[in-house]
């Protein structure tokens, strides 16, 4: 039997992170410079139904019988062997490997959980669907931060531009003309569950504040929709500073997110704000073709441990 790899992008969030958790729409794009692979294999040297995972970038080296059942690297392994409900399960191994920076609002997680749950699927002769792969990932990004909004899994596993809100149909993003973004990230790491429930807890104490923010971004998400399909950067730009001005007031963002933030707009960004849970993690720009470079070099002089280009265009509706 060959080797089967799953795979999956990581995800950048361009508007609606946190006000996403509470209903509001957010938008979401798959980042295919960095991915997350799981390469599946026949282990010959174990019993049938043993399961040996590594996942040498994390120093882990084990077999699924050994992993807490609520580590996520099992509980995907375990939910795709549940949806399969196979007999017999042959001994295999899974490698894991991802390029997708850690912690860092990009979506490593979920599409770890997706790359799995596709190559495990597949080597067993039962390849899933995009819709169950989604699902599982989600399931498993509960563990990873408690009450994660559903945009994460749909955004990696359909690797396509999404509109999505909370129990609404999950929309794809038809991009006219292209738009050009550059994503800064800090080295700070901070994981979205803390920045998640820290939320939580502020908005359980005074609901109708954070509410109303909340939903002065959804307003924001609605317009910027627009204006990304028309590939409009002048008014992406003002949502975009926009955005992160009520983030600023969620306190999401941070003194490294501010220095490489205001280093974009100095270099010609049309506007710039965190990405993902904030407090560290990666910001976004966009810009216009011409001034890709000068924002990417003014990045990496304000401290950016690493920062990546990517365009968005002419991505086909379903
Ligand atoms: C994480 O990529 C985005 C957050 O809005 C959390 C979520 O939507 O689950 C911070």
């Known amino acids: 039997m060959a080797v089967i790899t799953g795979k999956a992008p990581?995800?950048?969030i361009l508007f609606g992170e946190h006000a996403v958790v509470y209903g509001q729409p957010a938008i979401a794009i798959p980042v295919a410079k960095v991915k997350a692979a799981a390469h599946v294999f026949p282990d010959f040297k174990s019993r049938a139904?043993?399961?040996h995972?590594?996942?040498?970038?994390i120093g882990l080296d084990t077999f699924l019988s050994e992993l807490d059942p609520q580590h996520p690297l099992a509980a995907a392994v375990n939910l795709t062997l549940a949806e399969l409900q196979?007999?017999?399960i042959p001994a295999f191994q899974v490698q894991i490997s991802s390029s997708i920076p850690i912690s860092a609002g990009m979506g490593s997680g979920a599409a770890i959980s997706a790359a799995i749950i596709r190559g495990i699927s597949a080597f067993l002769g039962r390849p899933l669907p995009d819709s169950t792969v989604s699902t599982l990932t989600y399931e498993v990004e509960k563990i990873h931060h408690g009450n994660p909004s559903g945009i994460d899994n749909n955004v990696i596993t359909y690797n396509k531009p999404v509109y999505y809100q909370k129990e609404q149909a999950l929309q794809?993003?038809?991009i006219e003309k292209e738009t050009h973004w550059v994503i800064g990230d800090t080295g700070e790491k901070t994981p979205t569950y803390e920045t998640v429930s820290d939320l939580g807890k502020r908005h359980a104490e005074k609901p109708q504040h954070y509410d109303q923010i909340f939903q002065t971004i959804g307003g924001i998400v609605q317009e910027a929709r627009g204006a990304l399909i028309k590939a409009d950067i002048k008014t992406l730009g003002r949502l975009l500073n926009e955005n992160q001005a009520l983030l600023c007031e969620l306190d999401l963002s941070c003194a490294s997110l501010d220095r490489l933030i205001q280093a974009a707009l100095d270099a010609g960004a049309e506007g710039a704000k965190l990405s993902g849970g904030g407090r560290g993690g990666n910001m976004i720009a966009v810009?216009?073709?011409s001034k890709?470079?000068?924002v990417e070099k003014a990045l990496y002089d304000a401290g950016a441990v690493n920062v990546i280009s990517t365009k968005l265009a002419g991505v086909p509706q379903s």
């Open 86 to 88: 196979l007999e017999h």
């Open 292 to 294: 890709m470079d000068a």
């Open 10 to 12: 990581g995800k950048i």
């Open 49 to 51: 139904g043993e399961i």
């Open 172 to 174: 794809f993003l038809q």
């Open 287 to 289: 810009a216009s073709a």
């Open 53 to 57: 995972i590594q996942a040498l970038d």
